[in-house]
Nanobody, 116 residues
């Protein structure tokens, strides 16, 4: 069983920064993809950023130039550095992991609120 533990959410002012972390339990967990989705109230879940095991990285157009995904393979951890935050970035952010088998796992979600 894979568990994802997220941290780092909270309240930030517009143009502020936050850093999210997501750690996957289990030293034997193989990782094909890790990344982040977000879901704002009344909206569908939106892909924010992904990091593939071969190093391929993608960011949604809405966050390009402001957010950056990175990872530490040894720690089975992925990070999301969020800069120049906007009120429209307010959402619950979910970490996810895809194993080479195709199994998908989700974190519990962490609230990010951007408000003055």
């Amino acid at each position: 069983q894979v568990q994802l533990v997220e941290s780092g959410g909270g309240l930030a002012q517009p143009e502020g920064s936050l850093r999210l972390s997501c750690a996957a339990s289990g030293s034997s967990v193989d990782i094909y993809v890790m990344g982040w989705y977000r879901q704002a109230p009344g909206k569908q879940r939106e892909l924010v950023a992904t990091m593939r095991s071969d190093g391929n990285i993608n960011h949604a157009d809405s966050v390009k130039g402001r957010f950056a995904i990175s990872g530490d393979n040894a720690k089975r951890t992925v990070y999301l550095q969020m800069n120049s935050l906007k009120p429209e970035d307010t959402a619950v952010y979910y970490c996810y992991l895809v194993r080479f088998s195709g199994s998908v796992y989700w974190g519990q979600g962490t609230q990010v609120t951007v408000s003055s």
